[in-house]
Nanobody, 131 residues
Framework: QVDLVESGGGSVQAGGSLSLSCAAS????????MGWFRQAPGTEREGVAA???????TYADSVKGRFTITQDKAKNILYLQMNSLKPEDTAMYYC?????????????????????????WGQGTQVTVSS
């Protein structure tokens, strides 16, 4: 069980920037994935960006070149820097972690954006982008 607490959401005009943070409790295993997901009303939760314990990253096509995921492993904090925000980025953003003993046998080539790969979730933080 990994406890996750997001912060940093808010409202911004299109073209602006926001930074999200996610504080994680201690991981049980050496290898893990962490990711940011978002969900707008009436839509499925979708993966935005992910990072693994080796530092490899994956981005959804819709955010490539605009969002950057990073982690501070010493502090167990995950970040998402969001630039050039668009109204369609408006959603509840969730931090997620995959803390699974199977991962210690090896990580995937790229961290997944499939929400079913993650077994720990934060409570979410709202991001609203106005036009």
């Amino acid at each position: 069980q990994v406890d996750l607490v997001e912060s940093g959401g808010g409202s911004v005009q299109a073209g602006g920037s926001l930074s999200l943070s996610c504080a994680a409790s201690t991981f049980s295993f050496t290898n893990y994935y962490m990711g940011w997901f978002r969900q707008a009303p009436g839509t499925e939760r979708e993966g935005v960006a992910a990072i693994d314990s080796d530092g490899d990253t994956t981005y959804a096509d819709s955010v490539k070149g605009r969002f950057t995921i990073t982690q501070d492993k010493a502090k167990n904090i995950l970040y998402l820097q969001m630039n050039s925000l668009k109204p369609e980025d408006t959603a509840m953003y969730y931090c997620a972690a995959a803390d699974n003993p199977v991962l210690d046998y090896g990580l995937a080539a790229q961290p997944p954006l499939n929400r079913y790969e993650y077994n720990n979730w934060g409570q979410g933080t709202q991001v609203t982008v106005s036009s």
